[in-house]
């Protein structure tokens, strides 16, 4: 019975080892990923950011002047024909 | 005459005994269990027929210079096949969805608290006449529950290689029976609102990171916990060949035909181990329901540490994601989006459970290597 009860204790000793071992070894991971993600940051959000701004930045320019100007050329064009 | 009685006794009629009879049956039972009801066919299918061929009397499988008894001491006692396993399971795993979310790496770690409680159990079951577990006999009985069939024969064959069959049937037998043991033990730790619960879209993972990951895991193993640098580092060998970009040949192979082959001759390996002379004693029952055990503490552990993240998180994460943290991969992922499609019909969460599924595979390998290095 006492061999029982010590080995018992030495299972709760392996257990209590074992699960914070886990922990702090999976936890250092979970800390050096956050280091690689934040250094090799993913690219998709910089093309993201890149194509919000190209619409924001043609559409204005085409619409007022570039506008007028070629509806003026296509009326003049239609006006010779 | 006399050719007809020497033939009549070399027959297996005349050489049956009860006990091979009885694990042809497991044998047939296990190969019913794979071709009708579709648990796990790769593996018990071998398993199954190895267990049926290592009990044909006067068959000589399994004596010395028989192919089960090379296939058993070239593969299994030197750990050779796990590890080819391993290397396999590495190439086939996309750690996309961890490296998005790190914090699932936790649910990886609780999940492996089944395996711990085990190894208290087993050495309380001595308590029981008839069962006499060391605690090497224990540590390899308790790592069923991480529900990672390589890692449990990796560790079986260092600490209690008599013990093996058992545990390897233990351990696949349960990976298939995943979808039946989960479910109930999901359902029971949470509510109904808790598993309705919508994840956000994970982030995108560039190339560099995942390439960096296996690096990182083999540099901390090689750190920390150098017992677990066999499983660990085949894991990553595999994991890096797949996401070099550079390799995929070898990548192909190692997901595709090694792990094939080695799938072949490990099952039947393993379906030797199950002689009657070696299976049908008290401890192999208890084997078995301890992996029940074991399986069903890790579960819920997972589901629990589930629940205490997505309280901090302010309702952020489905807890039923817990309970992908036993490795059991894909399977585990799989019954995770199910139980969540049955709670709400939009629920998807295949994805984000893939995170701590793959999580559960590192944290057993750990959960090994700490096993083995206080106890090899």
Known sequence: METISEQLTDALGIMILGMSLVFVFLGILILGMKLVAKKYAPVPQEKATVNARQPAVTKPAVSPLMAAVIASAIHQHRQKA | ?376
Not at chain 2, 76 to 94: N, R
């Open chain 2, 1 to 376: 005459m006399e050719g007809l009685i020497a033939f009549w006794s070399e027959s297996g009629i005349a050489n049956f005994t009860p006990g091979q009879l009885l694990m042809m049956g497991v044998g047939c039972l296990l190969l019913f269990l794979a071709i009708a009801k579709g648990f796990e066919p790769l593996l018990l299918l071998p398993i199954g027929f190895g267990a049926i061929l290592a009990n044909i009397p006067n068959g000589g499988f399994t004596d010395e210079g028989g192919l089960l008894y090379f296939a058993y001491h070239v593969g299994i006692e030197t750990g050779i096949f796990p590890l080819l396993i391993f290397m396999g399971v590495g190439a086939l795993t996309d750690f996309g969805a961890l490296i998005a979310n790190p914090k699932m790496l936790l649910l990886g770690a609780a999940a492996q608290f089944g395996i711990f409680a085990t190894l208290l159990g087993a050495i309380g079951l001595n308590l029981v006449p008839g069962f006499e577990f060391s605690m090497q006999d224990a540590a390899a009985i308790a790592i069923i529950g991480g529900a990672d069939g390589p890692t449990a024969i990796f560790l079986a064959s260092k600490l209690a290689p008599d013990l093996l069959g058992a545990i390897a049937v233990a351990a696949y037998s349960y990976m298939a029976l995943v979808p039946l043991i989960q479910p109930p033990i999901m359902r029971l730790l949470t509510t109904e609102s808790e598993r309705k619960i919508k994840m956000e879209q994970l982030r995108e993972v560039s190339k560099k990171e995942k390439i960096i990951f296996p690096l990182m895991v083999l540099g901390l193993t090689i750190l920390f916990l150098p017992a677990a640098t066999p499983l660990v580092g085949m894991f990553c060998l595999g994991n890096l060949m797949r996401e070099s970009g550079v390799v995929d040949r070898l990548s192909n192979t190692a997901q595709n035909e090694l792990i094939n082959i080695v799938t072949i001759f490990l099952g039947l390996a393993v379906g030797s181990k199950l002689s009657a002379d070696q299976f049908l004693q008290i401890e192999t029952l208890g084997i078995l329901v301890l992996g029940a055990v074991a399986f069903g503490i890790g579960t819920a552990t997972g589901v629990l540490m589930a629940k205490l993240m997505s309280k901090l998180s302010g309702g952020k994460i489905n807890p039923l994601l817990g309970a992908a943290g036993v490795s059991a991969v894909p399977m585990a992922a799989r019954v995770v989006n199910k139980v969540g499609l049955e709670a709400n019909n939009q629920n998807f969460l295949l994805m984000h459970a893939m995170g701590p599924n793959v999580a559960g595979v590192l944290g057993s390998a750990v959960a090994a290597g700490v096993l083995l290095a206080v106890l090899g």
